[in-house]
């Protein structure tokens, strides 16, 4: 398929430097009406994840990148915080000439974009959080499914991954195994340091403190089945904050990857209001 010359099908994928840090960096071109969206990947998730998700989208350019030690990103030198990350982000969107973006961020990487939207408020337009939550201060889930993500064993070992994904993601991963087999041929994903890295981004961080200031229209989306991150905590940031809305899907945690059409479509909706 394309739109005005531009294949929308497609995700082009390149290595890019900055500042020092190679990142390997995804685009699904799109129309340029309005800003694209800069979508944050979930921990140790490579950017091969989301691809059906940025494919969905019909009326959007997409940006993702692989952050830092997952995927083809390189690991860096230092741990990091969820401020470098935004940081590199901006330098990343500048560099390839944007300078307003509309934010979107799953699981992990929804702390990412919150970080975004705090820390680059004018180059955010509106925000997608999904099935995320604000940081180290949450609703959490259950103990055995948080063990089980304390290490990035899904992502090296499939057949553990086959084990346990009913368990710890939900939804339409409960009742078919064939979703698991897809989502685990997808997977590059960390490696041990650069979980670790990522674990020890978020220690302690929480949005909690500014949440409330955040300007940008916000798009909260929460999965009813969701064992990692308990959809109440979606309904604590819609009250929070000033210009967010709440809609709840009947999926679990990966609800971007099982139903990416849908979620493309609510998404796209709320970006063109």
């Known amino acids: 398929m394309t739109d005005n010359g531009l294949n929308v099908d497609r995700i082009d994928i390149r290595l890019i430097d900055v500042d020092g840090q190679t990142l390997r960096v995804g685009i699904k071109h799109g129309p340029k009406e309005r800003p694209p969206l800069l979508l944050f990947n979930g921990i140790g998730a490579n950017l091969e994840l989301a691809q059906p998700f940025m494919c969905a989208l019909k009326q959007t350019k997409a940006i993702i990148f692989d952050v830092p030690g997952v995927g083809g990103s390189p690991l860096p030198s230092l741990p990091y915080r969820p401020s470098t990350i935004a940081r590199l982000s901006m330098r990343l ?141 979606g309904h604590i940031m819609a009250r929070m904050m000033r210009n967010a809305r709440l809609q709840t899907l009947d999926d679990g945690h990966l609800f971007m990857v099982t139903q990416p059409a849908q979620t493309a479509t609510i998404i796209e909706s709320f970006l063109a209001e």
């Not at 997608?128 to 939550?133: D, G």
């Open 93 to 233: 969107l500048e560099q390839i000439g944007h300078q307003q973006v509309d934010v979107a961020g799953v699981s992990w990487g929804g702390g990412l974009a919150q970080q975004f939207a705090h820390q680059h408020s004018d180059a955010c337009r509106k925000l997608v959080l999904a099935a995320t939550s604000p940081g180290a201060i949450m609703v959490p889930g259950s103990p055995s499914v948080l063990w089980k993500l304390a290490t990035p064993r899904r992502y090296l070992d499939r057949n553990f991954l086959r084990r346990v994904a009913p368990q710890i993601y939900g939804g339409a991963f409960r009742n078919d195994p064939e979703l698991i087999t897809k989502h685990a041929e997808a997977m590059s994903g960390a490696s041990k340091m650069g979980y670790l890295y990522q674990l020890l981004a978020m220690t302690g961080w929480s949005s909690l403190p500014w949440l409330w200031a955040l300007k940008q229209p916000t798009l909260i989306l929460v999965g009813r089945d969701d064992p990692i991150v308990p959809p109440l905590n």
